[in-house]
């Protein structure tokens, strides 16, 4: 788990898991309300990147999420995406 603090308290943060098919896998990506739009997100994602155990680093969304703006913002790639449902 990687956390991202300040002055006023935690800001958020992150955990990977290996679970998935052996590889690192961002099971939870949390910042703060207050600290949304600022790049904690973003910030976060690079810094489990760059400690993950394994070569590839994965994630899962849905559209009710931000995390496809940070991961974008990190330089991750999508791997796939499902059809929207009819």
Same mark, same amino acid.
């Given at each position: =788990?990687?956390?991202?603090? !300040?002055? &006023? !308290? ?8 290996? $679970?998935?098919?052996? *590889?690192?896998?961002?099971? =939870?990506? =949390?910042?703060? +309300?207050?600290? #949304? !739009? @600022? !790049?904690?997100?973003? #910030?976060?994602?690079? %810094?489990? %990147?760059?400690?993950?155990? $394994? *070569?590839?680093?994965? $994630?899962? $969304? ?6 496809? %703006?940070?991961?974008?913002?990190? &330089?991750?790639?999508?791997?796939? @995406? +499902? &059809? +929207? @449902? +009819?």
């Amino acid at each position: =788990m990687v956390a991202a603090e !300040g002055a &006023s !308290g935690l800001f958020g943060y992150c955990v990977v898991e290996y $679970t998935f098919f052996e *590889q690192g896998f961002v099971t =939870m990506l =949390m910042v703060a +309300p207050s600290a #949304r !739009g @600022r !790049g904690v997100g973003r #910030r976060l994602l690079g %810094a489990v %990147a760059a400690s993950c155990e $394994t *070569q590839k680093l994965f $994630t899962s $969304t849905n559209v009710s999420t931000q995390l496809d %703006a940070a991961a974008a913002a990190s &330089s991750w790639v999508e791997a796939s @995406r +499902p &059809s +929207p @449902r +009819p």
